[in-house]
């Protein structure tokens, strides 16, 4: 196994150089507990250093460099070491392997922390100044305690790796929310009806220049004071049935700007019902005024064929209906009429251009 491999693996539990944590405080007291003995500690093997994580009766915090011990314990992760005496074990010949700060140590148990794949990220250690024994028992209770170190190292590594996944993906999301031109958002209100959001995109201030995404999460209410005061009470009913129903809230408000320009908005979330009984939607704010000004466009168009129209049409049917009951008509008659239809041709088509030039502009200014 490859060294770079190995503190490759070392690197993703994000462990060096962190506070001290109990649990394996707790397990390092355990150990020493266990083995009656004054030192213990689990450590960590950098690239070119041995640093301590969670230590009793170890007053430095890392050895600068990677002693023959260290690297015995990189190259048999399956084994456990066991010096009884350094100053008798012949595997050993450099005799400063065994200090510790101004500590020269006699006793030494290491057992290696193990991934899963075999890779060797420190030892669980029991150490003392003296020589000693220690029995098989021992060694076995030592090794289900390295183990659960492993489990937690696992437990942690997972739970960071999904932290990083989720930092991407709401990094993401907000590159995706602030690009859009909807404005999305989380909120909740509690059992007493007060509004809190949880998350607004940073495009909130497109729907008013008097708002920013800090300042909504801080001050919710303030979004109140931007809604147009004939549209207030009936956006916070609709919320509230969207509320008590859990159904899907939609409505259509106006904004009033700071210089008091009106925009039409829709707001469109989802409830979802929590545990702790409030109530959180998760949707968007759209601003709808160019959709309102299309419709109030075909509503006028529609008015203006009706009416506008009504008088050409109705000078065509009148023609139509005296040529049907003039049954024998000469050529003058016939020239007659047909300069009446021809009147009422040009008449529409005036009409016809007018109305298509008109609403042609005013098309294009909805898509503004």
Not at 296 to 307: A, G, N, R, V, Y
Request: aromatic share 10%; glycine share 4%; with cysteine.
């Amino acid at each position: 196994m490859s060294e770079s491999k190995r503190l490759q693996e070392l690197y993703a539990y994000q462990i060096l150089d962190t506070p001290s944590e109990k649990k394996l405080d707790d397990i390092v007291e355990i150990a020493a507990t266990l083995c009656d003995t004054p030192i213990a500690a689990i450590s960590f093997f950098d690239k070119d250093r041995q640093w301590f994580k969670a230590k009793k009766g170890v007053f430095i915090d890392e050895i600068a460099s990677l002693n023959d011990i260290c690297t015995y314990a990189i190259k048999n992760p399956s084994k456990v070491l066991v010096v009884e005496d350094a100053v008798l074990d012949v595997r050993f010949t450099d005799v400063s392997s065994f200090d510790i700060g101004k500590k020269s140590i006699r006793f030494l148990v290491n057992v290696p922390l193990t991934t899963l794949d075999g890779q060797v990220l420190g030892v669980l250690s029991v150490m003392d100044l003296k020589p000693r024994q220690i029995t098989p028992r021992k060694i076995n209770a030592l090794k289900l305690l390295a183990l659960e170190v492993g489990q937690y190292l696992e437990s942690k590594k997972a739970i960071y790796s999904q932290e990083v996944t989720l930092k991407k993906g709401t990094m993401a999301l907000e590159r995706f929310s602030n690009q859009s031109t909807s404005i999305f958002l989380q909120f909740e209100i509690d059992a007493q009806g007060k509004l809190n959001f949880l998350f607004v995109s940073k495009g909130i201030n497109k729907m008013h220049a008097s708002l920013d995404d800090e300042k909504i999460l801080k001050k919710p209410e303030e979004i109140y004071t931007i809604i147009h005061p004939d549209d207030l009470s009936y956006l916070k009913q609709t919320i509230l049935d969207s509320c008590v129903n859990l159904r899907m809230w939609q409505a259509e408000f106006r904004i009033v700007s700071e210089n008091g320009d009106v925009s039409w908005h829709e707001g469109m979330a989802k409830p979802v019902k929590k545990e702790d009984g409030k109530v959180m939607w998760y949707g968007t704010f759209q601003d709808i005024s160019g959709k309102k000004e299309y419709i109030k466009t075909l509503e006028q168009m529609s008015f203006d064929i009706s009416h506008v129209l009504r008088k050409p049409i109705t000078t065509l049917m009148s023609i139509i209906s005296v040529i049907e009951i003039e049954k024998d008509m000469d050529e003058q008659s016939l020239k007659m009429y047909a300069g009446y239809l021809k009147a009422v041709g040009e008449e529409l088509d005036k009409f016809t251009k007018m109305l298509n030039d008109s609403y042609y502009d005013k098309w294009m200014g909805t898509q503004q």
